[in-house]
């Protein structure tokens, strides 16, 4: 088999900076909005769930609004109970003032919401965890290719 040539792998990392670290920065940037976007859903979004759960608002007779949540300030519960969103499809509301949890859906609203996730602080630090295995990836990915490209294939005698 010493005629058969395996590609390249150079391929990879020939971007600006390299493709290597492209892909490694773009997942890194991808884990960091999703930790946002899940603390995002159970802290806020979570939060107003518990506490209609715990004010029994489970018909529209109990319903609340918003100010007697303490979430009248709060522009992510606001942008979250917009018709047709898909919070709305846990959260009712007759009249757009008025929000409950119909009984039917509120066991399924108290599993999905019943843990608070991780705080700001947890965040935090998965983000400062992701960032070090990012750099590290980005430095070393290169260079393992680097190997594996001359174990396999390139300028070796």
């Not at 846990?90 to 066991?107: G, N, T």
Request: hydrophobic share 50%; charged share 15%.
């Amino acid at each position: 088999m010493a005629g058969l040539e395996l590609p390249s792998f150079s391929f990879l990392y020939e971007y600006g900076g390299t493709s290597v670290e492209l892909i490694v920065w773009s997942l890194f940037l991808g884990i960091v909005l999703a930790s946002v976007g899940v603390m995002y859903n159970k802290q806020i979004l979570g939060g107003f769930v518990r506490l209609l759960l715990a004010r029994k608002a489970l018909s529209p007779e109990s319903a609340l609004t918003l100010e007697e949540a303490g979430y009248g300030k709060n522009p992510f519960v606001r942008f979250s109970l917009r018709k047709k969103s898909t919070f709305r499809k846990i959260v009712a509301s007759d009249d757009e003032l008025h929000f409950y949890i119909p009984e039917e859906k509120a066991l399924h609203a108290s599993c999905m919401y019943e843990a608070k996730g991780n705080g700001l602080m947890g965040i935090l630090i998965a983000i400062v965890m992701f960032a070090i295995v990012a750099f590290l990836s980005a430095m070393l990915l290169p260079l393992l290719l680097d190997l594996i490209g001359s174990m396999f294939g390139g300028g070796g005698a």
